[in-house]
């Protein structure tokens, strides 16, 4: 078995509520020197046998078409061993 | 005519819009997100609600149903196509028209009538206001504030592609931008809620009758 990451986050120039109600939080619990929070989503996918090319050429398609939107998110794919 | 309405996992408002479509003189007919067949209707309202639960992001797993795979074929034929509210978010997913809807800014949920200026009567949703016309239709969204690129919005507003704009931005939606329009001007997104402003017994008043009026006079003339 191997693991593919694939990790969603919004775009720099995109309001992030979410991690702004998690920056407005940490405060409050005396968490110190936060300048910033932004909120993004990891998906983990198994596949069966080794990761090739094409498999991650895959994992880019399904990046593109479900797990982000291209209009809001940039996503990164990476291999865990 | 028949309007088509479809029902998605989830959906609240098919009901209304379904309603809202007999009293605007058109057959309202049922559809549904796990078939591949629009039963022969002449126009499709996507109602708001939620759809799939709306994980992952709000219209992103209902934009592969079964039953879009039609919506888009037909659409892109011309046929009209209105998305209200997470039918809105199911459009711009599918990329039948640009953008995205994110999060409200204040983060809280919206519920309140909404004043809205007609900005596009020529679409085959809002043909029956005049352009610069100031209506009150209901809004409720926790997830309606649109957001594109600079270009995308300089589009819009250049090619008179916002149909309605917020008369007091209630979500933090770009340029106040309450509704857009297809190139086309056959598919139509709206935050806000016409179905559940169609009588003065309950809502705001009749001003949103106008949308289903609207595509009865572009499906006749």
């Not at chain 1, 509520?17 to 020197?33: D, H, I, M, W």
């Not at chain 2, 402003?197 to 289903?212: Q, S």
Request: hydrophobic fraction near 45%; include cysteine; charged fraction near 20%.
């Amino acid at each position: 078995m191997a693991r593919v990451v694939v990790d969603v986050m919004p775009k720099p120039e995109i309001l992030d509520p979410q991690g702004k109600a998690v920056q407005g939080a940490l405060p409050r619990l005396g968490f110190t020197g936060i300048v910033d929070v932004r909120q993004g989503k990891r998906f983990e996918i198994e596949f069966d046998g080794d990761i090739t090319d094409e498999r991650l050429a895959e994992v880019n398609r399904m990046a593109e078409t479900l797990l982000s939107n291209p209009v809001i998110e940039d996503f990164a794919v990476s291999v865990v061993a | 005519m028949k309007v088509g309405v479809v029902t998605f996992p989830g959906t609240l408002d098919d009901v209304d819009a379904r309603r809202a479509v007999t009293a605007a003189g058109a057959e309202a007919v049922a559809l549904w997100h796990g078939d591949h067949d629009l039963k022969g209707v002449d126009a499709v309202v996507l109602p708001g609600g939620f759809s799939y639960g709306d994980y992952l992001r709000c219209g992103a797993i209902a934009r592969f149903a079964p039953v879009m795979t039609e919506v888009v074929a037909a659409a892109n034929a011309g046929m009209p196509v209105l998305g209200i509210c997470n039918g809105f978010q199911i459009l711009c997913e599918s990329h039948l028209l640009p953008g995205a809807l994110i999060r409200n800014e204040h983060r809280k949920f919206a519920c309140l009538d909404q004043r809205l200026r007609i900005e596009n009567a020529s679409t085959a949703w809002t043909n029956q206001y005049q352009s610069g016309q100031e209506v009150t239709i209901v809004l409720k969204n926790g997830e309606g504030s649109f957001v594109a690129d600079e270009a995308t919005l300089d589009m819009l507003e250049g090619e008179g592609r916002v149909v309605a704009r917020y008369l007091g931005n209630p979500n933090g939606s770009q340029r106040d931008i309450a509704g857009i329009t297809n190139e086309r001007g056959n598919v139509v997104g709206l935050m806000p809620h016409p179905e559940h402003a169609i009588e003065d017994l309950c809502g705001p008043g009749a001003d949103g009758l106008g949308f289903f009026t609207s595509v009865l006079s572009a499906l006749v003339g």
